[in-house]
Nanobody
Framework: QVQLVESGGGLVQAGGSLRLSCQAS????????MGWYRQAPGKQRELVAT???????LYADSAKGRFTISRDNAKNTVYLQMNSLKPEDTAVYYC???????????????WGQGTQVTVSS
């Protein structure tokens, strides 16, 4: 099995910064894409940013210019640096990974348990 464990959430004032981390562990052959989604109360889960193993990043419009996603392939870890945070960024942030457990297996999607980010005005 594969586990994704997030860390780095918390409470911050508007305009502040937070850095989220997510490390994948378990039976891993390769990880294609890793990223972050978020879900605010009463809303659907939405993409924040993803990054391929080669470093190609994709951002939601709401994250462009403020958030930076990066990845350490050797550590199976993805990071999300969030700057200029706004109250509307308040949500539970979920780590996401597309993982192959053996060289013969298909890619499967895994999720972390989520970390709360709260931005006060």
């Amino acid at each position: 099995q594969v586990q994704l464990v997030e860390s780095g959430g918390g409470l911050v004032q508007a305009g502040g910064s937070l850095r989220l981390s997510c490390q994948a562990s378990g039976s891993i052959f390769s990880i294609n894409r890793m990223g972050w989604y978020r879900q605010a109360p009463g809303k659907q889960r939405e993409l924040v940013a993803t990054i391929t193993s080669g470093g190609t990043a994709l951002y939601a419009d709401s994250a462009k210019g403020r958030f930076t996603i990066s990845r350490d392939n050797a550590k199976n870890t993805v990071y999300l640096q969030m700057n200029s945070l706004k109250p509307e960024d308040t949500a539970v942030y979920y780590c996401h990974g597309i993982v192959r457990t053996t060289y013969r297996s298909y890619d499967s999607t895994y999720w972390g348990q989520g970390t709360q980010v709260t931005v006060s005005s």
